[in-house]
Every structure is written in C-alpha cells, then in structure tokens.
C-alpha cells in the first residue's frame, strides 16, 4: 500500500498543469490585468480592452513552451531520469511563474508564460512515464488517472481563486491567482526527494542492486521476495530483446519493425492530438469569455460549477479504466460527447440570449459534456501513453505524444479566439464552434474503433505481445489469452490461502500479484 500511495503522490505533478491552464481564463478577464496589459479603448467599460491578437498570443504561448517542453521530456528522462527530472520541470515552472507574478510588460508576461508552459511539458511526459513504470499492473490505469485528476483539480482551485480575486482593483487580483502555482511546485519538488527512481529506468542504466531496492519498496516487499525477483527478471528480459533488435533513437520511434514501434507511436501522437480535438480546452480557456458573450449572469460561478463536475467525475473514471477498460471508455465517451456537442451547437444557436430555460439546459449539457470527457478521454488517454511503448523507446514515444497534445493545445488556444470572437478579421462563429467540436468527436469514435487496443490487467512486458501478435479489433481476444493461457508457476489447487511455489510458500494475495 506505501508503494501505491507512493507512485500515486506524483500525480500531484497534474496541479502544475490544470491550474496553469485554468487560471489565465479569469486572469485575462480581470479588469486590473486589462488595464496593465491591454489597449485603451474608449467604448470599453473600463476605458481598456484586450485585443484579439494579444488575447490569442497569452493564452497560446503557454502551450509553445508545453511543445518544446514535452519534446526534452525524453532526454531529461533518459540522461537524468524520471524523478530528477521532474525535480528539474518544478524549477523551470517556478521561474516561469516568479516572471509572471512580478510582470508590468507584456513581454515580461510572456516570457514567463513561456518558462512556466516548459515545465509544465516536461512533467507532461515525466509524470505518466513514472507512475506507469512504478504501479503494479492490477491498478495502474487507475494511479495514472490520478495524475488527470490532480490536473482537475487544478483546474477547479484556479476557478476559486479567481472567483474570489476578480473585484480587486490592483495588481494583487492577478498576482495572487498566479503566485499560488509555486505551492504546488514546491510540495512536489519536496516529494520527490523521497520517492524512489522507476527500476525499469535503473535496469535501463545496468544498475540491479539499485533497481531491486526501488522495487522493493514500491511493492512494500523484501529485495529477495519471489514478486521482486520475477518482476526484475520479466523487465530485465523484456529490455534486452528491445537492445538486440537497436530501437533507441526517434527514427526508431516510425521504424516499421515485428514489435509494431511505428504503429504505437503514431497511435500516441494521434490519441493526443485527438484528446485535444474534443474542445475540452475550450472551456478551460475561454469558458468565462463564452459564458459571458452566451448572456450567462455571473460566468465565473458557472466556471466553478463545471470545474466541480470535472474533477468529481474523473473519480468514477479512475474506478473504470481498470474495470471496463480503456478502448470501451474511449469509445463510449466519444459518443456522449459527439451528442453533447451537436446539443450545446444547436441549443445556441436556435434560443434567445433572455431564454432562461434554454441557458439552464446548455449549462446543463456542457457540464454533461465536460463530465464525460473527465471520465473517459481525459484519464484514459494518458493511461495509454503511459503503458504502450517498450522501456527501450519508451521515454521517446511519450515526449512525442505529449508534444503531440500540446501542439494541438497551443493551435486551438491561438485559433479559438478569432473563430468565436465577432469583429473585422475574426469568423464570429461563437457557440457555432461547437459544430467543429462535434465533428471532431465523431472523428474520435472512428480512431478509437480501428485504432486502440485493450490493455487493461496486463504488465507492460505483456503489451509489447499483445502489440506483436494481435490488432486493436482482435485484442480484447488475444488480451484474455494472456491472462489465462500463459503458464503459471503456481499449483492446481486454488483453494487453499496458501501456496507452495519452487520450494517457498506463499500467500494466494502474494501469488495474484504475479498472476
């Protein structure tokens, strides 16, 4: 249970991440951050606005720094490793933020945006990488959906604290909403000083003795213990298989090889960018603005309203990652969401702005909306990415993806706004962006349906077999076929609580750990 609570606890990474992202939808909305960083204008209430273009630049630099960031994800966690660098990814976020809270100038502004958007890639990449070479099978879908929960979180404490900030009338409005990050920074960085490196990273770098400690306690067993032993030797072969074959380098990544390498990575860049095209982020970064321009009264409630629902409905999704599966809750959540976002579109475009019932329902159905993605897309997709790569190509793979989520984060963040916004230059679409959305879910139906496997209850030695010798139409089939038709070193009787295996007895508790 300590090693769980353990690989569990860097989720808390996620915090960076959801609250960066949901903070700047208040911030830009606040009167003293227009007023510092906006334009005067003499129609607008406060005698300044905030330009289309500087809007779409604050909020899309961020995800600039997350590409690149993601991108060095893979030599930090193959030069540093996993727990150095994300020790590494708290430092550059916090001077990301220290630029951002002391900031007059746009410029300063973005520049920080920039150093934060870095780190917050870097732990992107690092955080999954670590929680799925850390958890024991049985319950990893769900320890890596901690890490979307945490992001949930975020999200929602950002929309509280901009809730209670936003009437200020000086630079603490903003200042404190952004300050607060270096807190989550600092308790993960402090954190990581006491969590163990992954083993599969240290048997990666020749380093046994080492790895068998790591293990023993993330299985909270002794170094000697069967479960330890038979792990470091499944990881230990699995790795030299990968080192005969020489996949270790990005090129690697599209090599069409036995193993399927280029099918897994372009499956990963493509469920990012597809996570991405479901228009979650919408909400998170131009909800308010949405709300506000829908006629909504009170639009940074509502905010907080959705964000509840995000973060109390990623719990049941952590429940059925492992429960369900990941390609069922992929594809199911696509649906809901597909009718959900044809609904918003409809409903926005046929009501009025004073139809109360008509604004209660698209409410409604946008927290529906939100709820399912928190549910399915939002864990499951990083599950994945976590889980569907080989160790020797592994931290590659994943860097890809999560540059992948955030290219497409940073191409929707800068396009949304002249898209929604009304005015010369812009194609004043508004809620009718939810047409685009819809269609985009009902892309993500079709990829989840000829393109992601079942994975669930299977070590990731065993997803490298499953990848070898099935198809995402065939593998729910071939997964079964691994967890019950591999041989067991464990005798017939399965009655008893205790069992003798290779001389040693051992507890059925002890025994379903490597079963």
Known sequence: MSGIIMTAFAAFGGMLFGYDTGTISGVIQMDDWIRTFGVPD????IGYSLPTSRESLVVSILSAGTFLGALSGAPAADVLGRRIGIMLS???FSLGVALQTGALTLATFVVGRFFAGFGVGLVSTLIPMYQSECSPKWIRGAIVSCYQWAITIGLLLAAVIN????????HSAWQISISVQLIW??????GMIWLPETPRWLIKKNRPDYAAKALSRLRSLPMTHPVVVAELEEITAALEAEREIGQNTYIDCFRSTHNKIALRTCTGIALQAWQQLTGVNFISYYGITFFTSAGIQNPFLISVAINIVNMGMTLPGMWAVDRFGRRSLLLWGAVLMCI???LVAILGVTISIENLAGQRALIGIVCIYVGTFAATWGPVAWVLVGEIFPLNVRAKGMSLSAASNWL????LAFATPYLVNSGPGNAGLGVKVFFIWGSTCAGCIVF???CIPETKGLSLEQIDLLYQNSTPLTSTQYREHLITGEPRRVVEDITSPVKEVDGEKWTMEEVQEVV
Not at 163 to 170: E, G, I, L, V, W
Not at 408 to 411: D, K
């Open 42 to 45: 003499k129609s607008a209430s």
């Open 90 to 92: 708290c430092i550059v």
């Open 340 to 342: 959900c976002e044809f």
């Open 448 to 450: 989840t349906y000829f």
């Open 408 to 411: 497409w984060n940073w191409a």
């Open 163 to 170: 809730n209670a900030t936003k009437d200020r009338q000086n």
């Open 185 to 190: 920074a600092f308790v993960l960085f402090i």
